[in-house]
């Protein structure tokens, strides 16, 4: 059953991810989005018989993830951080300059932490 439960997992996931993009770009998603979700949930597949409902807990927790915009697979450097964003840039555009930046929930109107 687990495997059946992995293998819709990885369906919905592929749905979410094109719905998400033709609906925002009106463009359909590149391939390398696919392949992320076919080596993700490819990767899930081999736990073992006894760790197959885990491995399915764990699909279905990243479809939860992809659908409340927490997680993407075409962009794993892009993290969800609690009420703000945080963008780590690749070798290539850390080379050309580009830095990682934070972006907090709300901003201090002291400038301290909190």
Do not use: C, H, Y
């Not at 885990?54 to 993290?79: E, M, Q, Y």
């Amino acid at each position: 059953m687990a495997p059946r439960g992995l293998f819709a997992a990885a369906m919905v996931e592929s749905g979410l991810i094109t719905w998400r993009d033709i609906s925002q770009t009106k463009v359909p998603p590149p391939p390398s989005d696919f392949v992320a979700v076919a080596i993700i949930f490819g990767g899930l597949s081999l736990f073992p018989e006894s760790g197959a409902k885990f491995a399915s807990a764990v699909g279905w927790g990243l479809v939860l993830a992809t659908f409340l915009n927490l997680w993407s697979p075409a962009t794993p450097t892009k993290l969800a951080i609690p009420g703000g964003t945080a963008n780590i840039p690749s070798a290539a555009q850390q080379k050309g300059g580009a830095k990682t930046t934070i972006t907090p929930a709300v901003a201090s109107t002291t400038g301290q932490l909190a």
